[in-house]
């Protein structure tokens, strides 16, 4: 089992920064890697950013540029700072965790990002 708690949302202007966290507990040897997934109101949940164990990251389109996702020195925990916010960026951002074999996988509560224009 892995618990995953989401931090750092909050409410900014257009142009700001915030950055959010992800603190991983329990099995965090099985992650293989971890994913920042965000979801708007009347949208369909969206990849933003993932890390593999290893380090390599990905990106949306939509967020290359101004988003950076990171590890922190302790394994259990992931961030993803983000500048440049625009209101499109406005929604409910998760915290996905995916394990060697694929399967189970974790999903945190969630923390709210408010953009305004």
């Known amino acids: 089992q892995v618990q995953l708690v989401e931090s750092g949302g909050g409410l900014v202007q257009a142009g700001g920064s915030l950055r959010l966290s992800c603190t991983a507990s329990g099995s965090i040897f099985n992650i293989a890697d971890l994913t920042w997934y965000r979801q708007a109101p009347g949208k369909q949940r969206e990849l933003v950013a993932s890390i593999t164990r290893t380090g390599i990251t990905n990106y949306a389109d939509s967020v290359k540029g101004r988003f950076t996702i990171s590890k922190g020195n302790t394994k259990n925990t992931m961030f993803l700072e983000m500048n440049t916010l625009e209101p499109e960026d406005t929604a409910l951002y998760f915290c996905?965790?995916?394990?060697?074999?694929?399967?189970?996988?974790?999903w945190g509560q969630g923390t709210q990002v408010t953009v305004s224009s």
């Open positions: 996905y965790a995916r394990p060697w074999g694929g399967s189970p996988t974790y």
